[in-house]
């Protein structure tokens, strides 16, 4: 069985070769190119990857470029600067392909080498306390590398375009009832600098940004 593997891309030309080379068998991955402007999109071309280009800015809408994209019955998501294995996928994807779960996240351990900034650690653990709190589901991590059926997500309709699109998927997957689970990945040096906690401005406007989904999911219910 054939699995999506969507890559919101943001100049990760220099990650690519070692994140694709290292892509298991039956996974494909779907390389979204969110303007880029070094050469990402022909790395990943190169590597065999389906390259899709979003011209609108933000995570999410690179994330959900990919996933309109994919067609595969299950998908997953994860970043692309070589923070994460591709070859731990069949462990985030297991449950889903078993039926065990219906959304898998990745918990990411600390491995050598690896920056995750104090302040950045957390802000993730105070959110996984509020999704713990929502939605019933025993997290402790946001995590980027994640797996779920690919029509049950689009029915979710998400609507975030920016770096509030992972909260709210696992928002919508409680309120929908799905059973959310979490898997332990390696977490490792990334290769440049991370475009979320590398910045102050990263830092603060994803922040402001899962705020606003939190106030908005918090009004819905």
């Known amino acids: 069985m054939e699995i999506d593997v969507v890559l919101p891309c943001l100049n990760e030309e220099a990650a690519l070769p070692w994140v694709l080379g290292r892509m298991p ?4 991955p779907i390389v979204v190119d969110n303007g880029s402007t070094d050469g990402s999109a022909r790395v990943a071309a ?4 389906m390259v899709v280009a979003e011209p609108r800015p933000g995570f999410g809408a690179a994330c959900h470029a990919g996933l309109t994209a994919a067609t595969a019955d299950v998908v997953c ?3 692309a600067d070589a923070s994460l294995d591709p070859g731990q996928l069949p462990r985030v994807a297991g449950p889903v392909l078993a039926g065990e779960a219906d959304l898998v996240l990745g918990r990411r351990v600390l491995g050598p080498g690896a920056s995750w900034p104090v302040h950045a650690r ?3 653990a105070v959110l996984a306390r509020e999704l713990r709190r929502r939605t019933g589901a025993d997290l402790h991590d946001l995590g980027p590398m994640r797996a779920c059926g690919r029509a049950a997500l689009l029915a979710l309709e998400l609507a975030d375009r920016r770096f509030g699109y992972p909260l709210e998927m696992v928002l ?3 309120a929908a009832g799905w059973r959310t689970a979490e898997v332990e990945v390696d977490y490792l040096a990334r290769t440049g600098r991370s475009k979320v906690t590398g910045t102050v401005r990263g830092t603060l406007r994803t922040i402001g940004d899962m705020r606003r989904v939190m106030a908005d999911r918090a009004g819905m219910t």
């Open 122 to 124: 957390l802000g993730n």
């Open 25 to 28: 068998p039956g996974f494909r």
């Open 46 to 49: 190169e590597f065999g990857a």
């Open 172 to 174: 919508r997957a409680g």
């Open 77 to 79: 998501f994860m970043d």
